[in-house]
């Protein structure tokens, strides 16, 4: 497998974060994949934001959970791009994905959304919430699971395991040689976020990893460059 490039929340360096037009440009950038996040609107639509609120990515206030999906579309996602559903995703780009369930409720949406899109093979669903990726794992078996985490030990491998993950997604502040060979030995593959440096790109590399998570578009310039 090459060392993948995906690019996070479409490319929020650049671009106001998962929005069309991030992902638009992550895909133009030939990012190798596209993280986004997912959570639920008031009336059970699946809609594509990073908090549990609105406040800091929109020009509105209150939890997401409060608002119907036509509430949200009144909202202001930056540069005048509205908060995108998962389906306006889906359509927008062609290639690989990486789906974050941030809001454990949303599995089940996401499980009919990718039935319903044979997204099956073109999606990799990511969590930080073990219950989400073993929802998933009932609903959807052969649609790979990434455990996502941020401060954890080496109980992660283990973690990773018993929902079947193929691979972890992990801070690499906290990321150690210990840590990426015990995975690997596990027979899991490790991803890095948020690596936007070439001191980081540097760690990654020397971790073994097999790909980073990115907000700019030149990681694909330097990782290239590194090969
Ligand atoms: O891909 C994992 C990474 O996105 C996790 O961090 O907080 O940006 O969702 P966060
Ligand atoms: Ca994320």
Redesign the pocket.
Same mark, same amino acid.
Request: hydrophobic share 45%; charged share 30%; net charge negative.
């Given at each position: 497998m090459s060392f993948l490039t995906?690019g *996070?929340?479409g490319l929020m360096g650049v671009e106001p974060e998962n929005t069309i037009r991030s992902f638009v440009r992550a895909d133009r950038e030939g990012m190798d994949a596209i993280?986004l996040?997912l959570h639920l609107s008031k009336d059970g639509h699946l809609v594509v934001m *990073?908090d549990p609120d609105v406040d800091r990515t929109t020009d509105g206030e209150g939890a997401i959970a409060d608002f119907t999906l036509a509430e949200l579309r009144e909202l202001d996602a930056g540069q005048g791009e509205r908060v995108p559903t998962f389906d306006e995703v889906v359509e927008a780009v062609k290639g690989r994905l990486?789906v974050?369930i941030?809001d454990v409720a949303a599995a089940k949406a996401l499980a009919e959304a990718m039935t319903a899109h044979d997204l099956v093979g073109r999606v990799e669903v990511?969590s930080?919430h073990d219950e989400a990726l073993a929802e998933m794992r009932q609903l959807l078996p052969e649609v790979p699971r990434v455990l996502?985490a941020?401060h954890y030990g080496l109980g992660v491998v283990d973690r990773a395991r018993e929902v079947g993950a193929v691979m972890l997604?992990l801070?690499i502040r906290r990321l150690t040689l210990e840590l990426a060979d015990r995975a690997h030995e596990a027979g899991l593959k490790v991803?890095a976020?948020?690596v936007n440096t070439p001191e980081e790109l540097k760690l990654a590399r020397g971790l073994r990893l097999q790909g980073v998570?990115t907000d700019f578009p030149g990681m694909k310039h330097s990782v290239r460059f590194t090969a």
């Amino acid at each position: 497998m090459s060392f993948l490039t995906i690019g *996070h929340r479409g490319l929020m360096g650049v671009e106001p974060e998962n929005t069309i037009r991030s992902f638009v440009r992550a895909d133009r950038e030939g990012m190798d994949a596209i993280e986004l996040d997912l959570h639920l609107s008031k009336d059970g639509h699946l809609v594509v934001m *990073h908090d549990p609120d609105v406040d800091r990515t929109t020009d509105g206030e209150g939890a997401i959970a409060d608002f119907t999906l036509a509430e949200l579309r009144e909202l202001d996602a930056g540069q005048g791009e509205r908060v995108p559903t998962f389906d306006e995703v889906v359509e927008a780009v062609k290639g690989r994905l990486q789906v974050e369930i941030k809001d454990v409720a949303a599995a089940k949406a996401l499980a009919e959304a990718m039935t319903a899109h044979d997204l099956v093979g073109r999606v990799e669903v990511l969590s930080f919430h073990d219950e989400a990726l073993a929802e998933m794992r009932q609903l959807l078996p052969e649609v790979p699971r990434v455990l996502v985490a941020s401060h954890y030990g080496l109980g992660v491998v283990d973690r990773a395991r018993e929902v079947g993950a193929v691979m972890l997604s992990l801070n690499i502040r906290r990321l150690t040689l210990e840590l990426a060979d015990r995975a690997h030995e596990a027979g899991l593959k490790v991803i890095a976020w948020t690596v936007n440096t070439p001191e980081e790109l540097k760690l990654a590399r020397g971790l073994r990893l097999q790909g980073v998570v990115t907000d700019f578009p030149g990681m694909k310039h330097s990782v290239r460059f590194t090969a």
